[in-house]
């Protein structure tokens, strides 16, 4: 008897134990990558993470330097365990893959947990089946080859440890509610659920969804019961009432706030972007279900916006197909829960990311948690096959598909352990695609070893050539070829900053090219030699079109006074600082006071007559400016 209860303990954390090992083995050949995209401006080029010891001040520092972020979106917790990484091996991206590697594996295991618990409440399994069930499903959701892009894209680390606390959060939910229904004692699970929630939010602001996973539980697999009719009744006034405030405040807040015509930095509307959501999301389903190589292209910045219904014709039909899903999950959320909490899980996954925020139209690891929804949809349909089926046909398919996944993504993560062999892929793959030339013309870069004469030079300046002249591209791969040139010594020709000024006049705007014209004048100050007049042309005709924060006029206005010579395109910068600090009166007061330190007297007498002229605090009985030369 002792004997038999060791080896069920054994079996009880044997698949576990096994996921976990599989996990590891399936992508440890991508930790060998480098960074990438994002990677740099939140990691490499964040002076402020880089601390080297774990001094609190140096932790916070380093916890709050995600500047996209504001106040509210910091992502603290997440920004730290990247601190953390800092620490333990500096800029090397191995240590850093290593961790996000570690926060899936830990992952995996949650929702292994969370979908035992789910078949245990929706279809009555004996214990045996609803673990292997539970790690077949927990096993696919790590090992499909669209979690390559979260788990090996160092800066998605902000995604998956939130997702760690979700997915702790809606376990500890489930547990106490179905502590609930048996009469029990639940509310240390559900308070621990909602401090989890809360800690999740330190990561990313993804963890808002929680509350909304719950009630997709609620109105599928719980279906809000309990032992005692007052705590029914008590959450289905609460859920009821949540909704309410939800609509009031998406309606009232939300919707005002981010409803426009036009983004700022970006070449669509709200209209645009929800109606071009009709086709993405179909595409994430596409990309699931047949996750092929050539559809997992990871660069999507060539993905056009739908203008209308039927521009293109799959914006229609892609918003029919989805109709068809949800009316489903609605028709079925009785006799088929699995199935209609699948559907559910998978739209509610995609709740922000697809909504009025104006953020990029598509990105892979946005489907981190939604591809268990569709697995939770397979798996209800599997388990609905006949008992013949289920006793053979199942079990092979599922051996099928896990192989085939286990085989995708270990290419997928060996081809991320290889700069190169990962930039060349994504171009061929996606043609189209200026940000995956860039990175190609980048890694040829890198290759010349600072030798000018290198042909990796010429190889890298033919990429950027080629990148710069796609349709609707960017000015990121202009930028490349201006430096690209300058570093080498080697001349610039006048159509590349024509080019590159033309676009920021007339093309579509978007977090690269600010990101691009910065990187610039960073290299300026550095003393790669710029042309300054071109530049301050390009800045010019940025600030044309939109605004920006009082700290990039300051920098500028600063490069107009030390390397472009015009003092009088200076004035303006600095003036534009301080109407920019309308509700920053501190950083008004430090722009003037650094130009008076400085002894550019002219521009703070400016910039002082304009904080008084709008009233800021502490300027009050500042003198005239006209005194000012």
């Known amino acids: 008897m002792k004997g038999e209860r060791q080896m069920k303990r054994w079996m009880q954390w044997a698949g576990p134990a096994l996921l976990v090992i599989v996990v590891l083995g399936i992508y440890w050949p991508g930790l060998a990558g480098g960074f990438i995209f994002d990677d740099y401006s939140t990691i490499v080029d964040n002076t402020r993470l880089h601390v080297e010891t774990l001094q609190p001040s140096s932790i916070w520092r380093a916890a709050t330097s995600f500047d996209p ?25 191995w240590g850093y893959k290593l961790g996000g590697l570690l926060v899936h594996a830990a992952n995996a295991l949650l929702v292994y947990l969370l979908v035992a618990l789910l078949l245990g409440a929706s279809t009555g399994m004996a214990t045996r089946g609803r673990r292997l069930v539970a790690l077949t499903v927990a096993l696919l959701w790590a090992i499909h080859p669209i979690q390559v892009s979260s788990v090996l894209y160092v800066v998605q ?58 009630l997709a539980m609620e109105l599928t697999v719980l279906r809000f019961a309990a032992a005692n009719p007052r705590v029914r009744h008590g959450w289905r006034v609460l859920y009821a009432a949540m909704v309410v405030i939800a609509v009031v405040v998406f309606v009232a807040l939300v919707i005002p706030r981010y409803w426009t015509g036009h983004y700022v930095a970006r070449s669509f509307g709200t209209a645009e972007r929800l109606l071009t959501q009709l086709r993405i999301l179909p595409m994430y389903l596409q990309q699931i279900l047949l996750p092929t190589p050539g559809t997992l292209v990871f660069y999507y910045d060539n993905v056009l916006p739908s203008r209308g219904l039927l521009q293109p014709m799959t914006t229609m039909l892609g918003g029919l197909l989805l109709s ?27 709740l922000l990311t697809s909504n009025v925020i104006g953020l990029e139209l598509v990105f892979e690891h946005r489907n981190y948690l939604a591809l268990l929804g569709v697995l939770l949809v397979l798996c209800d349909l599997g388990l609905r096959l006949p008992a013949a089926s289920r006793q053979f046909v199942v079990p092979a398919t599922a051996a099928a598909i896990v192989v085939a996944c286990m085989g995708l993504t270990l290419i997928r993560s060996a081809t991320w352990g290889d700069p190169l062999l990962l930039a060349t892929e994504l171009a061929v793959e996606n043609r189209s695609s200026a940000r995956a030339s860039a990175d190609l013309a980048a890694r040829y870069s890198e290759m010349s070893d600072g030798y000018a004469t290198s042909p990796f030079v010429d190889m890298a300046i033919a990429e950027f050539q080629r990148g710069a002249g796609l349709p609707g591209a960017s000015i990121i791969s202009d930028q490349g070829l201006i430096l690209i040139a300058a570093h080498n010594g080697r001349p610039v020709p006048a159509a590349w900053w024509d080019r590159l000024i033309g676009k920021v006049r007339n093309g579509a705007l978007s977090p690269e090219t600010t990101g691009a014209l910065f990187s610039l004048l960073d290299n300026r100050y550095k003393g790669v030699p710029l042309d300054d007049a071109k530049l301050l042309e390009a800045f010019a005709a940025l600030f044309d079109r939109t605004l920006m924060p009082p700290y990039s006029y300051a920098q500028v206005g600063d490069f107009a006074m030390v390397h472009a010579q015009n003092p009088l395109f200076a004035d303006q910068m600095f003036v534009r600082a301080v109407e920019a600090s309308a509700g920053q009166p501190d950083y008004a007061r430090k722009v003037v006071d650094t130009l008076d330190e400085k002894g550019w007297h002219r521009q703070a007498a400016l910039a002082r007559a304009k904080a008084k002229a709008m009233q800021m605090p502490g300027f009050g009985t500042s003198p005239d400016a006209a005194s000012g030369d």
């Not at 997440?78 to 620490?87: F, G, I, K, R, S």
């Not at 009785?334 to 559907?343: D, E, I, K, N, T």
């Open 69 to 93: 972020g504001g106040t509210l979106g910091a992502r603290p917790l997440a920004m730290a365990t990247l601190a953390l990484n800092h620490v333990l091996g500096g800029l090397d991206p």
């Open 157 to 214: 680390r902000m995604e998956t440890l939130a997702a760690t606390f979700m997915l702790a959060a809606l376990i500890c939910y489930l547990q106490g509610r179905l502590r609930q229904v048996q009469g029990t004692r639940a509310w240390t699970w559900i308070l621990a659920a909602g401090l989890l929630t809360l800690t999740g939010l330190l990561s990313k602001e993804t963890a808002v969804l929680v509350p909304v996973y719950a």
């Open 324 to 350: 068809i899903l949800v009316a489903l999950a609605a028709w079925l959320r009785r006799r088929a829960p699995l199935f209609a909490l699948g559907v559910m899980w998978f739209m509610v996954s995609h």
